[in-house]
């Protein structure tokens, strides 16, 4: 089985039970579940494909958690990248692995200033927006998850600074 369909066999098993928590917020398996699947099916609304890959802009969060899974529902590549992060170094890694949307939380993007500069056509939008967008029901990819897919990117500075 695939990670995602782990969670959805979890939310089959125990839809009450708790799957994330992050300070006082937490989801069920049940919720996390429809999360997930509001997210990937706004996911390919907004016209992601299988491979595409999907900048996760943002701290430590049960959406996020959520995104990613929607990310590899919808047949995407997540990229986690901490809010902490300036925008600057978000657009090199946006650009750098091709995203092709860049999905950040309310914390990042005042940080940011709704606009980093940088991302030239690579839409930014906000977690509680991108979810908001979702129909509740996913919307399958053409080509299904296989395990030896990639699910994610992750970058780090090393000693440069620069992200790679």
Known sequence: MILHELVTEAARRGPDTLAVACGEDALTYGQLDADADRYAAALRARG?????????????STAAVALMQGALRAGAVYVP??????????????????AVLVAVDAEAATRAGHDPEGLGDVPLVLLDDLL??????????????????L??????????GTPK
């Open 48 to 60: 992601v494909r299988t491979g595409d890959r999907i900048l996760i802009w943002g701290g430590k």
């Open 81 to 98: 990248v901490s809010a902490a992060n300036p925008a600057a170094r978000v657009a090199i890694i946006a650009r750098d692995c091709a």
């Open 132 to 149: 908001d967008q979702g129909t509740g029901r996913q919307v399958r990819p053409p080509h299904p998850a296989r395990p030896d897919d």
């Open 151 to 160: 699910a994610y990117i992750l970058y780090t500075s090393g000693s440069t």
